[in-house]
């Protein structure tokens, strides 16, 4: 089994040293724009690091997940199945912590930058987003045939780690909600 290091390092050094960068300057330009069209200054900052925030904390995940593997591939449907051999192999951490961060970045920008519902929906209204994501993603594995298992569990995994991720942004979102 190669470590993380070796399989996703290429990834997370070009996330760092291009992705952050890049993501910061469409972040001035994009408030510099917003402002000249007559944005407030506040709102123009709220939306533009919320929207570079989504795309730079998500791309590097995506990148990684529909990397092509040597695997068999395969679909498991049934809920909690896979995530029970999951547990029981050793590839715990990095799956389960993976996986709940797919799609934490859209989960903590998504309620700053749109009115999703009131306020105690929002996490639950963040899950399904999330898990239409995700039911994208685990398609595309099972399509292109990458060598990965497509699983519900995968599914529910991501979601819930966007609905997490929702809640520690609440101090944003929250003052904005009915």
């Given at each position: 089994?190669t470590?993380?290091?070796e399989?996703?390092?290429?990834v997370?050094?070009?996330?760092?040293?291009?992705?952050v960068?890049?993501?910061?300057?469409?972040?001035?330009?994009?408030?510099?724009?917003?402002?000249?069209?007559?944005?407030s200054?506040?709102?123009a900052?709220?939306?533009?690091?919320?929207?570079?925030?989504?795309?730079?904390?998500?791309?590097?995940w995506?990148?990684?997940i529909?990397?092509?593997?040597?695997?068999?591939?395969?679909?498991?449907?049934?809920?909690?199945?896979d995530?029970?051999?999951?547990l029981?192999?050793?590839?715990?951490?990095?799956q389960l912590?993976?996986?709940?961060l797919?799609?934490?970045?859209?989960?903590?920008?998504?309620?700053?930058?749109?009115?999703?519902?009131?306020?105690r929906?929002?996490?639950a209204?963040?899950?399904?987003?999330?898990?239409?994501?995700?039911?994208?993603?685990e398609?595309?594995h099972?399509?292109l045939?990458?060598?990965?298992v497509?699983?519900i569990?995968?599914?529910?995994?991501?979601?819930?780690?966007?609905?997490?991720?929702?809640?520690?942004?609440?101090r944003w979102?929250?003052?904005?909600?009915g």
């Amino acid at each position: 089994m190669t470590s993380i290091a070796e399989r996703y390092g290429p990834v997370i050094l070009i996330t760092l040293l291009l992705g952050v960068p890049l993501g910061a300057l469409a972040v001035a330009l994009l408030v510099r724009a917003r402002v000249r069209s007559g944005w407030s200054r506040s709102w123009a900052w709220r939306a533009s690091i919320s929207e570079v925030g989504m795309l730079v904390g998500t791309a590097p995940w995506l990148w990684m997940i529909l990397t092509p593997t040597g695997g068999a591939g395969g679909l498991q449907l049934v809920p909690l199945r896979d995530l029970l051999d999951v547990l029981r192999g050793g590839d715990t951490i990095v799956q389960l912590v993976g996986n709940l961060l797919a799609f934490a970045a859209v989960g903590f920008f998504l309620p700053m930058r749109l009115r999703l519902s009131r306020a105690r929906w929002v996490p639950a209204v963040v899950a399904l987003v999330a898990a239409g994501l995700s039911v994208v993603v685990e398609t595309l594995h099972y399509v292109l045939q990458l060598g990965r298992v497509s699983s519900i569990d995968d599914v529910l995994i991501n979601a819930l780690g966007a609905a997490l991720a929702s809640l520690l942004s609440i101090r944003w979102w929250r003052s904005r909600q009915g």
